[in-house]
């Protein structure tokens, strides 16, 4: 608020036949500025000897807003593809406070994506920025990454069985193997055979192929 110490009062006055002329202020009426918190007035001065002469003198008073709103980011954040970044699922928006402006607005920004090691996997920089009335503003960066650590789900082929002397090739079994991944458009399947349990007569065994 603008008292007369913080606005370089209070007035001065010097007087021929009275050494302290009383010093008094009155205020005009505010008129508002363009944004919130910040108006202009006319603070008359006036100088009352004791045989009450009097003068005055106007100052001209101006409140204004260059300061920018103090903001606060969501913390850094690591979520799960395929679930994509949004504010509301890392943690955001980011809060600000403003000392003119009671309701900042809050606006943000993704930076460019870095690729991950694997598909569907990235990282970026989310900037937030808060902006008063007066178009004061300020900013700070929010680091999101987007990972993989949920496991492809496979299906593998049915139990078979099948007649000596044929081998047992992925193909003739039934196979490969079906898998899907909410990541991975394309999970590699690969399989490794178990040692072989002999059979009751030769050339019959059993094996578990994973």
């Known amino acids: 608020m603008p008292t007369p110490a913080n606005t370089g009062g209070p007035a001065t006055a010097t007087d021929a036949c009275d050494a302290s ?8 009426v505010s008129d508002p500025a363009a944004w919130p918190g910040t108006y202009n007035s006319v ?8 045989c009450n002469n009097m003068s005055t003198c106007p100052q001209s008073i101006t409140v204004r807003d260059i300061t920018a709103p103090v903001i606060t ?19 955001g928006p980011a809060t600000a406070t403003d000392a003119c402006d009671a309701s900042p607005v809050i ?23 808060a902006t008063d009335a007066c178009n ?6 929010q680091s999101n ?3 993989d650590i949920t496991a492809p789900v496979i299906t593998c082929p049915i139990d078979v069985t099948i007649d000596c002397p044929t081998l047992p090739t992925p193909a003739n079994t039934g196979g490969p193997a079906t898998a899907t991944d909410a990541c991975d458009a394309s999970p590699v399947i690969t399989f ?15 094996f578990i192929r994973t």
């Open 43 to 50: 603070r008359p001065g006036k100088a009352t000897d004791a």
């Open 21 to 28: 002329p009383v010093i008094t202020f009155t205020d005009g």
């Open 192 to 206: 490794t055979d178990g040692v072989s349990t002999p059979g009751a007569c030769p050339g019959t065994y059993s």
């Open 73 to 91: 980011c969501p913390i850094d954040v690591t979520i799960d593809c395929p679930t994509l970044p949004t504010p509301a699922n890392t943690g």
């Open 145 to 147: 990454t987007v990972r």
């Open 136 to 141: 004061n503003m300020s900013t700070c960066p």
């Open 107 to 129: 606006t943000f920004t993704d930076g460019v994506s870095n690729p991950g090691a694997c598909p569907g996997t990235y990282s970026f920089v989310r900037t937030w920025k």
